[in-house]
């Protein structure tokens, strides 16, 4: 008979994402509606080891679903790798009663989880925050609707200045293994080009491609590039582009940080409330050591141990598009 969960922890771990607020007030409002005792614990796995953890009331999580970050911080922690901290981490849980855990993360933390709940006896739940949407078990992460628009806004923004001054931008959006934001904010935004780490990049066939763009005085080009592409990021690109067609305007721009900030969008908000809520319901059923995620609209829960890193495949089909859509 599992023991019934009274006392729960919400942490947000690793890569911050937009929308994490937003999902840490659904937990915690959901755990005190139905009964719970919620406590938030500060950056991660570290503010578990340093026993770094607060009561959460439902004012606390007052005027936090527009903002972006974390209220509750997140980090990177060694300590949690070893065994030695895990078990220092349990302790002080133990001290305090909590019985059941939501860790808000990405696959590195749900590894995390994984050992810590097969080797104690406090039932984990993840949820899916990463602006790259590259985890097995969800069609949606946190933060990734969010990171895309402020990709489109600001490659909106450089396409005006590259059409004042025909020039040729390449500009760079985060993902280090997933091109999902390249893609998607490389369709919305009319790129000519979208380099992702999912497809080898055939570097001369983007040159000859605009070469045959200069020949054609086709003068503005937008070429998308995701900071994991396996020929290298915009400047590598750039540096090709510059020796081989010389006579174009070539700028680079890499958008960086700004992807990760930010009000969430409307979309964020509803997918971080409705994992937020069902993450408790789970506890609450006894389904443990699952990350929440959303399948064809539907809640669709996975092991722990499955909520990895995936490459998703991008078909063949988006890539046709983009040629079309771009000539
Ligand atoms: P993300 O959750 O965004 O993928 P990380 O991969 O950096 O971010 O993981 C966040 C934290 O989760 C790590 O700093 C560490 O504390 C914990 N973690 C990650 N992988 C493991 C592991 N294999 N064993 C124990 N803890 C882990």
Redesign the pocket.
């Known amino acids: 008979m599992e023991n019934k969960v009274t006392k729960i922890g919400v942490l947000t771990?690793?890569?911050d994402a937009p929308g994490m607020n937003a999902a840490v007030r659904a937990i915690v409002r959901t755990g005190i509606y139905n009964g719970m005792e919620v406590f938030g614990i500060m950056r991660?796995?570290a503010g578990m080891i340093d026993n770094d953890i607060v009561p959460m009331h439902s004012r606390s999580v007052a005027n936090i679903i527009q903002r972006g970050g974390t209220i509750l911080k997140t980090?990177?922690?060694?300590?949690?790798?070893e065994y030695e901290g895990?078990k220092k981490a349990y302790a002080n849980l133990k001290k305090l009663g909590i019985n059941g855990l939501v860790i808000v993360?990405?696959?590195?933390?749900?590894?995390?989880a994984h050992?810590f709940s097969n080797e104690f006896d406090i039932p984990c739940i993840g949820i899916p925050g990463?602006i790259d949407k590259d985890i097995a078990g969800t069609d949606f992460t946190i933060g990734f609707d969010t990171a895309v628009n402020t990709a489109v806004e600001a490659i909106d923004k450089i396409r005006d200045t590259a059409d004042a001054h025909d020039r040729l931008f390449i500009i760079e959006v985060m993902g280090r293994d997933a091109g999902y934001i390249a893609l998607h904010s490389g369709i919305a935004t009319g790129a000519e080009h979208i380099l992702i780490p999912e497809r080898k990049t055939d570097i001369e066939e983007l040159i000859d491609s605009l070469m045959e763009k200069e020949r054609r005085k086709k003068l503005v080009n937008m070429v998308v590039v995701a900071e994991g592409d396996n020929f290298g990021g915009a400047d590598e690109v750039a540096k090709v582009v510059k020796e081989r067609i010389p006579s174009a305007d070539t700028r680079v721009c890499v958008l960086g940080h700004i992807q990760r900030g930010g009000s969430p969008t409307c979309m964020d908000r509803l997918i971080a409330s409705r994992m937020g809520y069902a993450s408790v319901e789970c506890l609450m059923e006894g389904r443990h050591n699952v990350m929440v995620g959303i399948l064809n609209n539907k809640m669709h829960y996975t092991p722990l141990e499955r909520a990895v890193k995936a490459k998703q495949k991008i078909s063949d089909e988006w890539i046709k598009i983009v040629r079309i859509l771009a000539s």
């Open positions: 771990s690793g890569g991660g796995y980090a990177r922690c060694k300590e949690f790798f895990r993360g990405g696959d590195g933390s749900f590894r995390g050992k990463t």
